[in-house]
């Protein structure tokens, strides 16, 4: 089969197109004939060598795929002809890949195969996110940091789904008209003010704000809060990881929270099958709308993963694989 292939720890330059052995199924997984990759910043870490996990050189990276089960392990559940999305821990940028069972789910009919690729990890991180570790309540507000990116778009999705009121943070007027049209009730320009105005929105403070972000953002974040808030520590793609002064989180009675969401899978794989059922509903209804905002070629792999760390485009950036 055909697919890409890091060679050494070197960045995007360092991937290659290959002719390799399509992989075999093995008990508890699924063999999917792969439409679509998503790229991730966490297949930009690994080419580096900068994530937790680091495969041995060469491998194929890309954990988020969406196609059509090509083969099924007994008691996977799935049949052979089901359209899936599905996150593996690497192998996803190649026309063949083995997930396990536990965490392929079937693809809303409402939705493609690029627009599936979100759902394996983005939505499914944002849902983990807002229902298991923010505890978010109909009613409530949240502030959205990076929401014109993949998490960003899925968690104002999310929050809308789950009945919130969102307020989108953004770098720009190009990504406000992105987050306005993932379903933001109001979307605030990061200048020297942007705290000032988001107060504006939510007088009392906002009951949660997702962050994947990190960076020079979080102090005034934090201020933002809600007594009783949860702040949503999920990334830090600015660059900077934040440091914090616990005594602010005693005296204001808020929380700082962690997400997880691939560690925890580790502890409870059930949570996609749980939070699927959840996003296929919110498609239905049109709540869940992806978001593409690139789609390149399996060969131009190096340029997606460039154009995403270069922050060239926004939403979801996809690979075209078939």
Do not use: C
């Amino acid at each position: 089969m055909k697919a890409v292939r890091l060679t050494a720890e070197d960045g995007p330059d360092a991937l290659e197109i290959a002719d390799i052995d399509s992989p075999s199924v093995a008990p508890g997984q699924v063999l999917i004939d792969v439409h679509a990759a998503g790229v991730s910043f966490v297949d930009l870490l690994m080419t580096r060598g900068q994530y937790q996990e680091r495969p041995a050189v060469p491998f194929v990276p890309g954990i988020e795929v969406a196609g059509v089960v090509r083969e099924a392990a007994t008691g996977s559940g799935l049949t052979v002809g089901d359209r899936v999305a599905a996150h593996v821990s690497q192998g996803g940028y190649a026309e063949v890949a083995a997930a396990p069972a536990a965490t392929t789910f079937r693809l809303p009919d409402t939705l493609d195969f690029r627009q599936g690729t979100s759902l394996a990890v983005n939505y499914q991180t944002a849902h983990f996110a807002l229902t298991r570790r923010g505890r978010l309540a109909s009613g409530e507000h949240v502030l959205v940091h990076g929401a014109a990116g993949g998490v960003g778009t899925a968690s104002i999705q999310v929050a809308k789904g789950l009945g919130a009121r969102v307020t989108a943070v953004v770098r720009s007027e190009r990504n406000a008209a992105v987050a306005k049209e993932a379903g933001a009730d109001q979307v605030v320009t990061v200048d020297a003010d942007w705290a000032k105005t988001a107060r504006q929105f939510s007088p009392n403070g906002y009951a949660v704000v997702v962050d994947p972000v990190g960076g020079d953002l979080f102090d005034d974040s934090l201020r933002l809060l809600a007594p009783e808030g949860r702040h949503l520590v999920i990334g830090f793609a600015a660059g900077g990881i934040p440091q914090l002064k616990v005594n602010r989180v005693l005296l204001r009675n808020i929380d700082v929270v962690g997400v997880g969401w691939g560690a925890f899978l580790k502890v409870d794989p059930a949570i996609i099958a749980r939070a699927s059922e959840d996003l296929s509903r919110m498609a239905d209804d049109g709540i869940v709308r992806p978001l593409i905002g690139g789609a390149y070629a399996l060969d131009d792999a190096a340029t997606a993963l460039r154009d995403l760390e270069n922050h060239a485009s926004s939403a979801k950036l996809v690979l075209d694989v078939r």
